[in-house]
C-alpha cells in the first residue's frame, strides 16, 4: 500500500525539499508539498524564515496547516528546515497517530553569542526547539547535534544523523578533455571567520582564483572583480572549468562538513577543504581529498598540486569513486530516511 506524506518547507533551493520529493515519489512514496513560501512576499523569504513573524502569518501558517492534515489521509508529515510551526500544531497532529518528522541543516543548537550569529537567530529556532518533543523522528545535519537535540525530547533514540548529499550530474569531466578557466575555484558565501584572509592570502601570492558567491561586496582589499552567485548549470560548469575547488566550513553553524564537500568530488574535480576529523574519515587525505588547518598550509598545499597535475587527476578520480561507493548522493540519502521511516 502506498505511503503518503506531507512535506512541509519554504522549497526555496532545487537540491532541497523540491529533489528530495522527486526522489522518495520514484520510491513509491506519495508526496503532498506545503509551502511556506507562499504565505511571505518572495524578496523576504530568507529573512522571514529567519525570524517567524508576523504572528498573523505564523497563525495563518498553522490553521491551514492542519486544515490540509485533516483533509488528507496522510501517514508522516516532514517538517523540512520549518520555524513557523507550533508545539500546539504538532501536538494535534500526534494524535492523529501521523508520525512526524522535523529536520534542519541550519544549528538550531548552537549558541549564538560564540558562534557569531546575528542578532536576529536568537528568535530564529524558538518554536522549532519547542517543537520537538512532538517529533517521532529528528534528523540533525551534523554530530554534535545528536546530543544536544536530545535535551529537547524523552528519548535519544529518535535522533538521527542526516548528511548533506550531491544529485548526481549527467557526467563528470573528461580527463583527457580539461579545459580550465583557472587553478582555482572557490563557490560561497561570505562569513565572518578565516575565509576571507585566506582569499586575500591566495591573491597576494599571485594565485590564479575566482571567487562566486554573496555578501563579498567591497570585502577584498586586492581583488576588484565583481562578484556574484551562481546557480545549477552555472555553478556545476564553474567547478568543472577549475584545476582545485575550494570548500569553507561554516564557522557560525559549527560545520565540520558542507554539501559541496560531496558535490565536488561527485563531479570528478579536486576537493581542498578545512580539515576537519569528520573529513579526513569521509575521505583520505591527499589521497581522495586535500585539507588546510590555516592560509599557509592552504597555500602549500596549492603549490604542491598545481606542481603535480598527475596528482590532481589522480586525487580527484579516487575521490570521486568514493563519494559513491559510500553512498552520498541523494538516492542514497532518500533510501536511509525512508528506512528509518518505516522501522
Known sequence: MTKRIILAGFWSHSHCEE??????????????????????DTKWNNYLNAIPLPIGAVLKINREFLALVKSTNVDYVFLWNCNHFLPSTLQEIRARNIKIIVYNNDDPYGSVLSNKKPWIHFFQFFWFLKSLFFADIIFVYRPVNIKEA???TNTSSKIKLFKPYFIPSEDKVDLKEKKYKQDVIFIGH????????????????????KVYGTGWENRFTTYKNSIYPVYGEDYINELRGSKICLSFLSKMNR??????????????????????LEMQELF?????AVYFS??????????????????IDQISEAGYKRAYRDG??????SIEILNNLSS
Not at 561527485?266 to 578545512?274: A, H, T, V
Request: aromatic content about 12%; charged content about 35%; some cysteine.
Open 150 to 152: 536530545a535535551q529537547y
Open 190 to 209: 561570505y562569513e565572518d571567520d578565516n575565509r576571507l584572509a585566506d582569499l586575500e592570502y591566495l591573491f597576494v601570492n599571485n594565485i590564479d582564483l
Open 328 to 333: 552520498h548522493d541523494i538516492k542514497s540519502r
Open 284 to 288: 583520505k587525505e591527499d589521497e581522495e
Open 19 to 40: 529533489s528530495f520529493s522527486k526522489q522518495i515519489t520514484e520510491y513509491g512514496m506519495d508526496v503532498i508539498s506545503f509551502k511556506v513560501s507562499n504565505y511571505f
Open 294 to 311: 590555516n592560509k599557509q598550509e592552504l597555500l602549500e598545499k596549492i603549490e604542491w598540486l598545481l606542481s603535480n597535475p598527475s596528482k
Open 255 to 276: 560545520d565540520v562538513y558542507t554539501r559541496r564537500c560531496f558535490e565536488i568530488p561527485s563531479l570528478g574535480k579536486l576537493l581542498l577543504c578545512e580539515r576537519t
